[in-house]
């Protein structure tokens, strides 16, 4: 295992570092997808706020860091991980109420399914949850924001 990873795509660089830092801090899309399970969700920018922007789709809205340049009414896209979206108690900030529809077990950890309007969201989990609604919360450092890819 190497303590540097140096990815290309298509013969170029799209990001240099430590394998911690391509999964926790990726710089590009591509970074992004390339290590770890996601939710990617396409949404509008509806605010800019130096690194924070506010996303909105149908019905909901999410606050996301940007991991690069994003303009008010541009088209993008939020990924975020598995283990980082949380189910919650109840509504708060940056979080969305979806119905719960199926859970998994895969023998270290839960899976959920979530259905939120148009939108298919996983999450881990360390607990069974019923089917039904449930508040799921995306912690907004965690939530990356990157132009739609064309």
Partial sequence: M???????????????GTPAELYGA???LYT?????SNNRIDARVAAVDGERVMLAGE?????AQAREALTAGQQAQAVIRLERVQVADGPGANRLEANLITSMYLGDRWEYLFHCGELRLRAFGNVPRAAGRHW???PANDCWAFAQAS
């Fill in 59 to 63: 019905g909901w809205q999410l606050q």
């Fill in 2 to 16: 190497s303590d540097r990873i140096l990815l290309l795509r298509n013969g170029r660089i799209e990001q240099e």
């Fill in 26 to 28: 990726p710089r590009s």
């Fill in 136 to 138: 799921i919360e995306f």
């Fill in 32 to 36: 992004a997808e390339f290590m770890g």
